[in-house]
């Protein structure tokens, strides 16, 4: 559903529009209508997209820092 090339902020706001129709549609036409159930699933999928792709993100700067704590074990044992 997401390409990488969205902004987290942009993921946000669709998250949030969708909640809104969700919100909206369980108010007007309750809670088990056909339509809020599909705004919820969609919301859950929206959700589920965002979070793996901030967990790439969190992955990769842990690898980050974990080269740049292994660069900076090694580098004193260089200059010595």
């Known amino acids: 559903m997401y390409k990488h090339s969205k902004s987290q902020s942009e993921m946000i706001e669709e998250i949030k529009v969708k909640r809104e129709l969700m919100i909206n549609s369980a108010n007007s036409l309750g809670f088990t209508s056909e339509e809020t159930i599909k705004y919820s699933q969609e919301l859950d999928e ?29 580098w004193p044992k260089v200059l010595v």
């Open 46 to 74: 929206l959700i589920n997209q965002y979070q793996k792709v901030v967990g790439q993100d969190n992955r990769k700067n842990e690898e980050i820092r974990f080269a740049f704590k292994e660069m900076i074990m090694i």
